[in-house]
């Protein structure tokens, strides 16, 4: 099993940013793809970012310029720096993490205020 603990979220006004991270422990030995999901109220889960194990990243349309997703392999931890914010970027934030299978975390809320 492998637990993902997010922290980060929070409360920021139009044009702020946050930064998440998310911290991988217990059984890894190999973890591929980390990546970022969000879910406002009344929609579904969406892909934020996610990047490889080599470094190698994809974004939504939506956060393009604006996101960057990295990684510390040696930490097991994946970050997302969120710059220029906009009240629709106002979600819960999940960390994802693939080895053999999809691994998730609790969910931290980032609330943008106009």
């Known amino acids: 099993q492998v637990q993902l603990v997010e922290s980060g979220g929070g409360l920021v006004q139009a044009g702020g940013s946050l930064r998440l991270s998310c911290a991988a422990s217990?059984?890894?030995?190999?973890?591929?793809?980390m990546g970022w999901f969000r879910q406002a109220p009344g929609k579904q889960r969406e892909l934020v970012a996610v990047?490889?194990?080599?470094?190698?990243?994809n974004y939504a349309d939506s956060v393009k310029g604006r996101f960057t997703i990295s990684r510390d392999n040696a930490k097991n931890t994946v970050y997302l720096q969120m710059n220029s914010l906009k009240p629709e970027d106002t979600a819960v934030y999940y960390c994802?993490?693939?080895?053999?299978?999809?691994?998730w975390g609790q969910g931290t809320q980032v609330t943008v205020s106009s």
């Open positions: 990047i490889t194990n080599r470094g190698s990243a």
């Open positions: 994802q993490a693939q080895q053999i299978v999809a691994y």
């Open positions: 217990g059984r890894i030995f190999s973890i591929d793809n």
